[in-house]
T-cell receptor, first 116, second 113 residues
């Protein structure tokens, strides 16, 4: 029943490894996002997809590659993990109504990534 | 200058107090405005949308001043369960297509017994 679900919830891995985080939403939304929340708790957008098309790609290292096989899924693959990648990663979705405002974003429970 | 700025906090208030949070944003083309709440080690959740006319939901009142690019949240009769981080969120339209939810740094509230 979870609207936005992401897995895994916790991920501990060594530097240099490659890992993926999966996200799925069952809300029928057009737009999905990945956010990173660092140790200072600041939530910053990384990527946004609308109907499988990349809309926002903030200044994120190339080691981060999002993949959207369909509009209900947005996965995040991270290559060559670094210590600085340790953070909580949140997936979110919203209904894109174009110029119409007031569409909220729903968030997954987050994936706490620790790189050791 | 950050796109969205908030009171640095934390705010420590006794139960029953009234507390006000302030937020300013820099992008005048912003379309939608929200207050989100984030509990410790949880995901952000919508508290309320913010409309130009001001809106109220129980003990919570939100105000928007587009001219000043200022948003506020007032919590009356605060409860222990109100303890959380309050996030101001603004959505600038991206080339008339899609939206981006820009978060402020958050203000932490602790309501004390």
């Amino acid at each position: 029943d979870t609207a936005v679900s992401q897995t895994p919830k916790y991920l501990v891995t060594q530097m240099g490894n490659d890992k993926s985080i999966k996200c799925e939403q069952n809300l029928g939304h057009d737009t999905m996002y990945w956010y990173k929340q660092d140790s200072k708790k600041f939530l910053k957008i990384m990527f946004s997809y609308n109907n499988k098309e990349l809309i926002i790609n903030e200044t994120v290292p190339n080691r981060f590659s999002p993949k959207s096989p369909d509009k209900a899924h947005l996965n995040l693959h991270i290559n060559s993990l670094e210590l600085g990648d340790s953070a909580v990663y949140f997936c979110a979705s919203s209904q894109d109504l174009g110029w119409v405002s007031d569409t909220e974003a729903f968030f997954g429970q987050g994936t706490r990534l620790t790189v050791v | 200058r950050k796109e969205v700025e908030q009171d640095p906090g934390p705010f420590n208030v006794p139960e029953g107090a009234t507390v006000a949070f302030n937020c300013t944003y820099s992008n005048s083309a912003s379309q939608s405005f929200f207050w989100y709440r984030q509990d410790c080690r949880k995901e952000p959740k919508l508290l309320m949308s913010v409309y130009s006319s001001g809106n109220e939901d129980g003990r919570f009142t939100a105000q928007l001043n587009r001219a000043s690019q200022y948003i506020s949240l007032l919590i009356r009769d605060s409860k222990l369960s109100d303890s959380a981080t309050y996030l101001c969120v603004v959505t600038p339209l991206i080339d008339n297509y899609g939206q981006n939810f820009v978060f402020g740094p958050g203000t932490r509230l602790s309501v004390l017994p």
